[in-house]
């Protein structure tokens, strides 16, 4: 039977959307299920403060009255107002290996982002910078990460086939904790300290982070304005994401770096990893889901790094150092082996740099595609 495109305007159609992956996924090892009330609070237009700046439309595909691929288009029209580029973004796209469901879903997409006036298409992108982005396109036997896409190795090869080329490459690192913090790396932390006058907050509970939440989002808004895409948070999605993760953060792995005048110049926010956790949660947190994540939480052995960032004053002047060591030191003190650094812009090299005096693993790739549109 022929395959039919659904656009996503129920409650029950948006359940749909995002229980699609969980069926198309159930038997990976590696994907790592998304919470679903996180995965509804984005996609909706009443919970989503990134929406004062987008316009997006979600669609399924079905089969037979069965869910078989999904996609979200977006435009960002403040990313279309800063880097003046009329493209839209792809997103949320998952499929089974067809040609006919691929083609009908990027034939559907494109389309509305012709009507809209947009010049090109990439992606996979979300709303904003905080969402996951990236697809797989190294690595698809590496367990993935809360914080970022897991998809089947086929998935590159359709997109080729469809036009789309490299927009940009992200990288990810395993880094191995080793026994003692080098001692070139701390002899640098103290001098920076001492010359530069700035110094790790010691915390014993995100209480203490949290007077300095706005101030890291500043930093980030600063920092990674040169970055890829990348679009300033408004004040009302900077209150969302304070709101939602800082009451969370463990001050363990997340180090904060303050000046003199007790303002934040530097960070780097990292958590237990909720990997396998989240695997057995299959997305609740009820009835059971939330003991699979407090245990995850209590007794780690790996640790996923999700921000981190420096004021542009102290860039370059040692002062990551500060961060490293002290983040080192606390997952040497609680036995954690490793952690996965996140997605890094395969350009960035004054990140890429934190990790020299590491042993470390370049394991995944993931890719931006873009296409322009006739």
Known sequence: MAVQIVEVTTSRQLRAFIAFPFSLYRDNPYWV?????????????????????????????????????????????????????????????????????????????????????????????????????????EGFDELGTMATLYNFPYYPGHMERRGYVKDVDWLEYRITVPDEIPEKALRIAAITGERRGVRVLPARSSRDLLPYAHQIFEIINDTYQDLFGFVPMSKKEIDYYVRLYMPNVSPEYTKILVDTDNRAAGFVIGMPSLSRALQKAQGHLFPFGFIHLLLAMKRPRYVDLYLGAIRKDLQGKGADALLITALGESCIRNGIKAAESNVELEDNKLVQAHWKIFERRQHKRRRCFIKHLA
């Not at 089974?96 to 809209?116: C, G, K, M, P, Y």
């Open 33 to 137: 299920p998304p919470l679903r009330f996180d995965e509804r609070n984005t996609l909706r237009r009443d919970k989503n403060p990134a929406f004062e700046n987008c316009t997006a439309r979600y669609w399924l595909a079905t089969r037979n009255g069965n869910p078989v691929g999904r996609i979200a288009g977006i435009i960002n029209h403040a990313y279309v107002k800063i880097w003046g580029r009329t493209t839209a973004r792809f997103g949320w796209l998952d499929f089974i290996d067809d040609q006919e469901v691929f083609s009908a879903l990027f034939d559907t997409v494109e389309q509305w982002a012709r009507n809209e006036g947009m010049t090109a298409l990439h992606g996979p992108m979300g709303f904003s910078d905080m969402d996951r982005e990236g697809m797989l396109v």
